[in-house]
Every structure is written in C-alpha cells, then in structure tokens.
C-alpha cells in the first residue's frame, strides 16, 4: 500500500478520467452522478440511474451475456440496513433513497479501464431496450400468441418487455401465460420499440395505442391485406394464414430460441387462424 501511494494522484486523475467519459456519452440514455460544484471524487464505484421501466435484473443479465459484470453495492437504503435501523426516521420513510436502491447499478471502474473496453460497455448499455409488444382489442387466438410468443423470446434475450392488451386475455387461453405477462397498459412509460402484432391499424390497438405513443421506433408486424402500414417499420405478409408465422421467422433470423412455451403461444397462434390447419 505504501508504494501504491506513490501513484495514488495518478490513479485518481486516471479514474476520473473514466468517470468523464462514462457521463459524457451517458448521459443521454441514463442518469449519470453529479459532483457538487468544487469537489472531487475517487470514484470507488461508478454507480447510474436506469430509467423508469427499465428491469435493473434484466439489464444486468444483458451486460452479463457480454461479458461485462455490474453491481449492485446497496440493495437496501441505509436507513433499512441493521446497524441504523434504531436511528428515527420520517413518518412514511424515505422514499426518494428506498426507489434509488432499487434503480441504480454500477459499471466497471478502476483506473486501468482502457477506452477500447469502456466503448463495449458503452454500446452494451445503449443497446439495452425496453418494448412494449401490444395487440388489436378483443384478442384473439393468433393475436395472444404471437405478442405472447415474442414477449417470451424477447425476455429470454435479457430485455425489459412489457406485453399489452386493452382487454384480457381470454380463458381458453389463460394457460398460454404462466407469468401473467399478458396486462392492461400503464401509463408514464417510455419505450425504445413497440411492436404491434396482428393488428391491421393503430386504430385497432384501441386504448392501448395512447399509452405507447411514448416511443422512439414503431413496428409493424401482420399478415392482413388491410393493414394501413402504420408504423415506422412495416413487415405484413398477406401471404401467410397467421401473424404467428412471421413471429416464428423472426425468432429464427434472429436466432432466437424457441422454447416449449414460445413453440405453444406460436402453435396457437397459428392453428387459430388457420382453423386447426384446414385453410
């Protein structure tokens, strides 16, 4: 440690070197700490703000799969940890640090992170997405399949999905949705994607489509001759019985997997519109 103190003014320099560069291309996806005027940090940890929406566990498992460890050093508020639980606190607690510790998570920071691996992590946590999958009101067999069939694989990939219907899903297919994905829309979200499954205009998704409007990209996907081709990217395929099968050559050419539960929603979906395969 004594030798290390002869770099020490280095090291610091060096870390906020990186701090820097971290807010500077940051801060514009999420929220990045702020120094008070005339004061210093040595950045024992570069800790950031997901926006709103954002899955902390599923930005996390997306950094993971590249590669790139995260941490969370306070999953609790202090005030919440053992040895200040006796101290007094506010009536109805802290609310502002207790929504904190469930939204902040920390990047890589030493002082020997070179900008090669800074950009990875950079363009991993730009890459990060949140969507909303939604569908045309009264959903129908090939509707809930494939916004539940995509919402499943999009999950699996370590994305913040949320799937979306004006109205609930119908019994008969209640055991398609085991976690209960399938909701009605919330609002004060934004989304990087939409996606619009088997709904031929925006019109179609009903109330749902005030709720999304919040967005940055908006797709398309459906197999009816009548789409109006309504979003900022359109794949409709008149040519297919069933928007299930376009969901199904996505995941391929994405090289999603398709999993047991995926393969039923997309089944479904399929079979639905076809009636059981018979046209």
């Known amino acids: 440690l004594i030798e290390k103190l002869k770099i020490f003014e280095d090291e610091i320099a060096a870390r906020n070197r990186v701090a820097e560069r971290y807010s500077r291309l940051l801060s514009n996806v999420v929220t990045v700490p702020q120094l008070a005027p005339g004061c210093t940090s040595v950045w024992a940890q570069y800790t950031i703000r997901l926006p709103k929406g954002t899955g902390r566990?599923?930005?996390?498992?997306?950094l993971k799969?590249?590669?790139?460890?995260?941490a969370i050093y306070y999953p609790k508020s202090m005030h919440q940890q053992t040895a200040y639980c006796h101290f007094p606190v506010a009536d109805g607690g802290l609310p502002v640090s207790e929504q904190l510790s469930q939204d902040v998570i920390s990047l890589?920071?030493?002082?020997?992170?070179?900008?090669?691996t800074q950009?990875?992590?950079?363009?991993?946590v730009r890459q990060s997405r949140t969507l909303a999958v939604v569908g045309h009101v009264r959903p129908d067999g090939d509707c809930v399949g494939s916004q539940l069939g995509l919402s499943l694989a999009l999950k699996a990939e370590g994305k913040k999905v949320y799937c979306w219907n004006e109205d609930p899903i119908p019994q008969k297919y209640e055991f398609?949705?085991?976690e209960h994905l399938f909701q009605k829309p919330k609002r004060g979200l934004l989304f990087d994607c939409v996606i619009a499954t088997d709904a031929a205009s925006f019109e179609r998704l009903g109330s749902v489509g005030a709720f999304v409007a919040n967005h940055k990209?908006?797709?398309?996907?459906?197999?009816h001759e009548s789409n109006t081709r309504y979003g900022h990217l359109n794949w409709v395929s008149a040519r297919e019985p069933s928007t299930g099968e376009l969901i199904f050559r996505l995941l391929k050419a994405a090289k999603w997997p398709v999993t047991k539960r995926i393969?039923?929603?997309?089944?479904?979906a399929v079979s639905t519109d076809t009636g059981s395969f018979q046209h």
């Open 217 to 223: 990209v908006l797709a398309n996907i459906d197999h």
């Open 108 to 116: 890589p920071m030493h002082a020997y992170l070179d900008e090669a």
């Open 176 to 178: 398609l949705d085991a």
């Open 263 to 268: 393969a039923d929603c997309l089944f479904t």
């Open 57 to 62: 566990d599923s930005f996390a498992a997306a």
């Open 65 to 70: 799969a590249q590669g790139i460890p995260t």
């Open 119 to 124: 950009d990875r992590i950079i363009a991993a």
